[in-house]
């Protein structure tokens, strides 16, 4: 013993067999993947476009269905959330193929490796920044909008690519009666089918546990999520206290509303509060996946940019008491500045805007992200 060297056991790579990382199952899990994926995909350019219009873009921007972000945004982050039990589920499927031997074979080998990398580099870092992105956690240099969009497409890219490329595999193993002539055999073994239960399960489980932050039937449930819909001020959270905003308790005796246009005129609160008050319900959708619907009362933005001698197609934009931060300044294209339900809002549920809600005075219109729900209103400008 004394002289010789320890012999170490040699290191061999994890043997993977058996059907649960064949072709068959690879197949299964990625067009569930894929699903979630196209759905996060398309729901992310809806918000991306309705948040940060191109100019030409902004008037058309359709106000309604009312509750159109509030669905779309819900199932973006919900398909987020569905896609990371699925990515790792694939990722486990196909480990033995990432590590194969030689690592590349040939130019289009060496082509489809680096599609491969993109894709599983993208998905991660789209999944990973968006989970954390909704418990406003942002442990990155980067700003979160514009990186996260510009990997989206990256990751699209790298997907449509890797199913034209493995589109012969995945036809051959899209159904389960399929022949299997191409690699493996194709029956369904009770291996892969308790498999398949397991990561189903898994989603249905992330799911139920964080969906009812935006769908409210199923509030109960949602024990995972953030956010609580009930849980705040009036019964509706809230992102940012007017503590934290800088703004605190606005005093209602020297509170204005200054309305720039071609017939400028200021409001006090008590001159705000008696013009035409009307009622809309509808929620507040915030970006990160939360959402909720209450009734709120105030005076009709078209109704004081009309005032102010404004068109029937001017747009509008907002500036609010908070002295920083990115959502102190919003702007609102025509189809917004003009649907009846667009209110700067001045009760909620039936009580006076408490200051976190952004008393005296917030923007609240339909189909529109809850960051450009501009709290604590006090200058509109006729464009
Ligand atoms: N001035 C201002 N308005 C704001 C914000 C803000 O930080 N500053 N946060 C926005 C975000 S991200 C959301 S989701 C909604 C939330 O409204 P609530 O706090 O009344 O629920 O307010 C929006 N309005
Ligand atoms: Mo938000």
């Given at each position: 013993?004394?002289?010789?060297?320890?012999?170490?056991?040699?290191?061999?790579?994890?043997?993977?067999?058996?059907?649960?990382?064949?072709?068959?199952?690879?197949?299964?899990?990625?067009?569930?993947?894929?699903?979630?994926?196209?759905?996060?995909?398309?729901?992310?350019?809806?918000?991306?476009?309705?948040q940060h219009p191109p100019g030409w873009l902004a008037d058309y921007l359709p106000s309604r269905p009312s509750w159109g972000y509030r669905l779309t945004q819900g199932l973006h982050v919900a398909s987020g959330i569905a896609a990371i039990p699925l990515l790792l589920a694939k990722l486990w499927t196909v480990y033995?193929?990432?590590?194969?031997?030689?690592?590349?074979?040939?130019?289009?080998?060496?082509?489809?490796?680096?599609?491969?990398?993109?894709?599983?580099?993208?998905?991660?870092?789209?999944?990973?920044?968006?989970?954390?992105?909704?418990?406003?956690?942002?442990?990155?240099?980067?700003?979160?909008?514009?990186?996260?969009?510009?990997?989206?497409?990256?990751?699209?890219?790298?997907?449509?690519?890797?199913?034209?490329?493995?589109?012969?595999?995945?036809?051959?193993?899209?159904?389960?009666?399929?022949?299997?002539?191409?690699?493996?055999?194709?029956?369904?073994?009770?291996?892969?089918?308790?498999?398949?239960?397991?990561?189903?399960?898994?989603?249905?489980?992330?799911?139920?546990?964080?969906?009812?932050?935006?769908?409210?039937?199923?509030?109960?449930?949602?024990?995972?999520?953030?956010?609580?819909?009930?849980?705040?001020?009036?019964?509706?959270?809230?992102?940012?206290?007017?503590?934290?905003?800088?703004?605190?308790?606005?005093?209602?005796?020297?509170?204005?509303?200054?309305?720039?246009?071609?017939?400028?005129?200021?409001?006090?609160?008590?001159?705000?509060?008696?013009?035409?008050?009307?009622?809309?319900?509808l929620p507040i959708a915030c970006v990160e996946g939360w959402s909720k619907s209450a009734r709120w009362t105030g005076v009709r933005m078209t109704d004081l940019l009309r005032r102010a001698g404004a068109p029937p197609d001017a747009r509008v934009r907002v500036t609010s008491l908070e002295k920083y931060g990115s959502?102190?300044?919003?702007?609102?294209?025509?189809?917004?500045?003009?649907?009846?339900?667009?209110?700067?809002?001045?009760?909620?549920?039936?009580?006076?805007?408490?200051?976190?809600?952004?008393?005296?005075?917030?923007?609240?219109?339909?189909?529109?992200?809850?960051?450009?729900?501009?709290?604590?209103?006090?200058?509109?400008?006729?464009?």
């Amino acid at each position: 013993m004394g002289g010789m060297k320890p012999r170490l056991p040699a290191v061999r790579p994890p043997v993977f067999k058996g059907r649960l990382h064949d072709a068959r199952t690879a197949t299964s899990i990625g067009r569930l993947l894929g699903v979630a994926i196209a759905i996060c995909f398309g729901t992310g350019l809806i918000s991306h476009y309705l948040q940060h219009p191109p100019g030409w873009l902004a008037d058309y921007l359709p106000s309604r269905p009312s509750w159109g972000y509030r669905l779309t945004q819900g199932l973006h982050v919900a398909s987020g959330i569905a896609a990371i039990p699925l990515l790792l589920a694939k990722l486990w499927t196909v480990y033995p193929r990432l590590f194969a031997w030689p690592p590349v074979r040939s130019v289009r080998h060496a082509l489809e490796r680096l599609s491969v990398a993109v894709l599983v580099a993208g998905a991660v870092f789209e999944l990973l920044t968006g989970l954390l992105n909704t418990v406003q956690w942002y442990p990155w240099p980067f700003s979160f909008v514009p990186v996260h969009f510009a990997v989206a497409w990256l990751l699209a890219g790298a997907l449509t690519l890797h199913v034209a490329v493995k589109y012969p595999e995945i036809k051959e193993h899209w159904s389960r009666k399929s022949t299997g002539t191409l690699a493996l055999p194709a029956a369904d073994g009770p291996d892969r089918r308790s498999f398949l239960t397991g990561v189903t399960a898994a989603v249905g489980a992330v799911t139920l546990t964080t969906v009812g932050q935006s769908f409210t039937p199923l509030k109960s449930f949602d024990v995972l999520a953030p956010r609580h819909p009930d849980h705040g001020p009036q019964s509706l959270p809230v992102n940012k206290t007017a503590a934290a905003a800088g703004v605190g308790r606005v005093d209602a005796s020297t509170y204005l509303l200054t309305v720039d246009g071609p017939r400028p005129y200021t409001l006090t609160l008590a001159e705000l509060s008696a013009l035409a008050r009307h009622a809309s319900v509808l929620p507040i959708a915030c970006v990160e996946g939360w959402s909720k619907s209450a009734r709120w009362t105030g005076v009709r933005m078209t109704d004081l940019l009309r005032r102010a001698g404004a068109p029937p197609d001017a747009r509008v934009r907002v500036t609010s008491l908070e002295k920083y931060g990115s959502y102190r300044v919003m702007e609102m294209g025509r189809e917004y500045a003009h649907d009846p339900l667009t209110l700067l809002a001045l009760t909620l549920n039936g009580q006076t805007l408490t200051p976190d809600h952004g008393y005296p005075a917030r923007i609240i219109a339909p189909n529109r992200p809850g960051v450009l729900q501009t709290k604590w209103v006090t200058r509109l400008e006729v464009l």
